[in-house]
């Protein structure tokens, strides 16, 4: 063997070698999951998408085998911490625990630097807690009926307090305010703590706010609850009727809590977290769990999810064009 032949066939073994380590990360990749997960809120921790995630969170990583780590991003309902995940490599060892704030923010926010659609994949629903309209023990009305024909009565004088302007118990406001034809005079605060010490106080007449802070307070009797606007109602509150079911119809406003993937994550991924958090939240356990902060499981595929979030941003954008909020 000459020289040339010696070097062409060093050449070709060198060759071999480079396309045998090549393909190896293909052939030798881990099979999902190797490594801890991580889930990102996008609030602040004790709120009710990061209870939901930290209860979530430990029935996940018993199914899955590793670690599902809870990290909190909060800022701009939510936004913060959906952008960073929509950004994310899609390996599926990023997730996003998010809520109807994702189908809002869409058209409350001007300024945002990702498409919450178009960049974000639904897994799986987890939750939904239901908004509720609660009156001071003062407000002579004892169901929504009631209350509808006093605000029509005292026009442009009763007030709602709620959690923020854009919030999603400010829009529920504004939609049941849409549908019946009433003029309410809308009170907001920097969350549903102030709001309700105000409504208990007797400083504004009703709320709309989630049933999970304001369930303590319907409990003890310092507020009054006329109706749930889900479209339909709470297994916590049974004996509590819908706005539809008091003639109110078209209102269908509560704050579900689901997971959300960057778009780039492989579909088997996608379906087997979907498999291993619809068991979950099919479990009584969970449901147990859920009850006990006012809410209730939700289950679908991430095609049903990823119809219901669609949906809403067309909703809530009727919804927010017509209050005219709007944040930076």
């Not at 189908?103 to 799986?124: G, H, I, Q, W």
């Not at 908004?131 to 026009?155: D, W």
């Not at 849409?178 to 007449?205: E, T």
Request: contains cysteine; positive net charge; proline residues 6%.
């Amino acid at each position: 063997m000459n020289a040339a032949q010696r070097c062409t066939s060093a050449s070709l073994a060198a060759c071999g070698l480079a396309l045998a380590s090549f393909s190896l990360p293909a052939s030798a990749q881990p099979a999902w999951p190797a490594k801890p997960i991580r889930m990102v809120v996008g609030f602040a921790p004790g709120g009710n998408v990061d209870i939901t995630a930290r209860a979530l969170g430990p029935a996940l990583t018993e199914a899955l085998g590793q670690p599902v780590l809870i990290e909190n991003r909060a800022g701009a309902g939510g936004s913060v911490g959906a952008e960073m995940v929509s950004k994310s490599i899609g390996d599926g060892y990023t997730l996003l625990m998010g809520s109807s704030s994702l189908a809002v923010n869409v058209s409350l926010y001007t300024n945002l630097n990702f498409d919450a659609v178009k960049d974000l994949v639904p897994v799986a629903p987890v939750s939904v807690v239901p908004i509720v309209l609660t009156v001071h023990p003062s407000v002579p009305a004892k169901n929504a009926a009631e209350f509808i024909a006093l605000a029509k009565q005292r026009k442009g004088t009763i007030t709602y307090a709620s959690a923020g302007t854009g919030t999603s118990n400010h829009l529920a406001g504004e939609l049941t305010r849409s549908v019946a034809g009433i003029d309410l005079i809308h009170v907001p605060y920097k969350g549903s703590g102030a709001a309700l010490g105000d409504l208990i106080g007797g400083q504004v007449d009703s709320m709309f706010d989630q049933l999970t802070s304001s369930l303590p307070f319907i409990r003890s009797g310092k507020i009054r609850i006329l109706a749930v606007t889900s479209a339909k109602r709470s297994s916590i509150l049974p004996d509590v009727p819908t706005l539809a079911e008091q003639g109110v119809k078209g209102v269908d406003a509560s704050t579900w809590v689901g997971v959300f993937a960057p778009a780039s994550t492989p579909r088997d991924i996608v379906n087997r977290l979907n498999a291993s958090i619809q068991k979950i939240t099919r479990s009584s356990a969970f449901r147990e769990r859920l009850a006990a902060l006012g809410a209730d499981a939700l289950e679908g595929s991430p095609e049903q999810f990823g119809q219901l979030y669609r949906e809403e941003v067309v909703k809530w954008a009727k919804i927010v064009k017509s209050s005219g909020a709007k944040a930076e």
